[in-house]
C-alpha cells in the first residue's frame, strides 16, 4: 500500500496557475503508475492525467490537455500537475491515485488515493 498526500490546493482566478503535488510513502514509488483524477460537486470523479512508473509515457483528458502537465521525480517520491489557463470548470476535488504496473485512465484500476485537495476557479 502506498500513503499519498497531496497539495498545492486553493483559490485562483480564471486564467491563472497552481502547482498540485502528491508525495508518496510506503513503497517504492518507481514501481507505481500515477494518476490526477478530479470530482466536482455531483459529478463522478475523472480522469485528468496520468504518467508512468518512469515518467516516460504520459495521458491527459481532452478538456486539460495543452494546459496541465503532469510530471514526477522518483527521487522525491512526488508527482506534480501544473495546471495552466484554469477555467471555472477546473473548480474541483483533486485527488492522486497510484497502481503497480501499467498506467490507466481508469479510476477502478487504482488501489491507493489521497484525501484530495480543493481547487477553485473563480470566474
Known amino acids: 500500500q502506498v500513503q499519498l498526500v497531496e497539495s498545492g490546493g486553493g483559490l485562483v482566478q480564471a486564467g491563472g496557475s497552481l502547482r498540485l503535488s502528491c508525495a508518496a510513502s510506503?513503497?517504492?514509488?518507481?514501481?507505481?503508475?500515477m494518476g490526477w483524477f478530479r470530482q466536482a460537486p455531483g459529478k463522478d470523479r475523472r480522469f485528468v492525467a496520468i504518467i508512468s512508473s518512469s515518467g516516460i509515457a504520459t495521458g491527459y483528458a481532452d478538456s486539460v490537455k495543452g494546459r496541465f502537465t503532469i510530471s514526477r521525480d522518483n527521487a522525491k517520491n512526488t508527482v506534480y500537475l501544473q495546471m495552466n489557463s484554469l477555467k471555472p470548470e477546473d473548480t474541483a476535488v483533486y485527488y492522486c491515485?497510484?497502481?503497480?504496473?501499467?498506467?490507466?485512465?481508469?479510476?477502478?484500476?487504482?488501489?491507493?488515493w489521497g484525501q484530495g485537495t480543493q481547487v477553485t476557479v473563480s470566474s
Open positions: 491515485a497510484a497502481r503497480r504496473g501499467q498506467h490507466s485512465a481508469v479510476a477502478a484500476n487504482y488501489a491507493d
Open positions: 510506503g513503497r517504492t514509488f518507481s514501481d507505481y503508475a
